[in-house]
């Protein structure tokens, strides 16, 4: 069964330095997402893609992240300048069907921020 | 945007019985309501979904129920088993806001053998 893909599985970055974390979604799936999850607390969401342009973004998807499609199959999220409080787990997601459609979720990237 | 909200936060029950969380929300044009499961250090993963157009679906020991009037749905799980044991978050999508999902606070199930 195709799955999503992210690497690194883990990513130790000093507090101001760039960090870009790598999705690979299922194939045919044209909806693509980033979520993030702090220690303990529940899963939020940072941006949604769709036909190669942000269609929505949250509060906290502010100008020190950018998401990128640079091929067909990679879907990247950069943080330009990372903060103690980015240190989180990144969900990668996509989905086929729009947004009715379930929403399969990569094994998630752990950045922590020294 | 989306308020929801997740009853109760921590859940203990003994092996074999059943468990029922209520989730609700804030936005009437919400229209697809998911449940995932998330085990300790894994991604989380859809266990059950409705569409408004529906009150209720089960599959095997799982079962939602959807209340749109008083805009809540509530995650059944029956014969409980220790591998039950995970936090379970709702996060329903509204057609207003995007496509996004909106996580409840989740909950904490442990399933005592």
């Known amino acids: 069964e195709p799955e999503v893909t992210q690497t690194p599985s883990h990513q130790v970055t000093q507090m101001g330095q760039e960090v870009i974390l790598r999705c690979v979604p299922i194939?045919?799936?044209?909806?693509f997402y980033w979520y993030r999850q702090i220690l303990g607390q529940k899963v939020e969401f940072l941006v949604s893609f769709y036909n190669n342009e942000i269609s929505e973004k949250s509060e906290i998807f502010d100008d020190q992240f950018s998401v990128e499609r640079p091929d067909g199959s990679n879907f990247t999220l950069k943080i330009r300048s990372t903060k103690l409080e980015d240190s989180a787990m990144y969900f990668c997601?996509?989905?086929?069907?729009?947004?009715?459609?379930?929403?399969?979720f990569g094994p998630g990237t752990r950045l922590t921020v020294l | 945007g989306e308020n929801v909200e997740q009853h109760p936060s921590t859940l203990s029950v003994q092996e074999g019985d059943s468990a029922v969380i209520k989730c609700t929300y804030s936005?009437?044009?919400?229209?697809?309501f998911p449940w995932y499961k998330q085990e300790l250090g894994k991604r989380p993963q859809l266990i059950i979904d409705?569409?408004?157009?529906?009150g209720e679906k089960k599959d095997q020991r799982i079962a939602v129920t959807l209340n749109k009037t008083a805009k809540h749905f509530s995650l059944h799980i029956t014969e409980t088993q220790p591998e039950d044991s995970a936090v379970y978050f709702c996060?329903?999508?509204?057609?207003?806001?995007?496509?996004?999902?909106?996580f409840g606070g989740g909950t904490r199930l442990m399933v005592k053998p």
């Open positions: 936005d009437s044009a919400s229209n697809y």
């Open positions: 996060a329903p999508i509204s057609y207003n806001a995007g496509n996004m999902l909106t």
């Open positions: 997601a996509s989905n086929s069907g729009g947004p009715l459609g379930e929403q399969f």
């Open positions: 409705i569409r408004s157009n529906v």
């Open positions: 194939s045919n799936h044209l909806y």
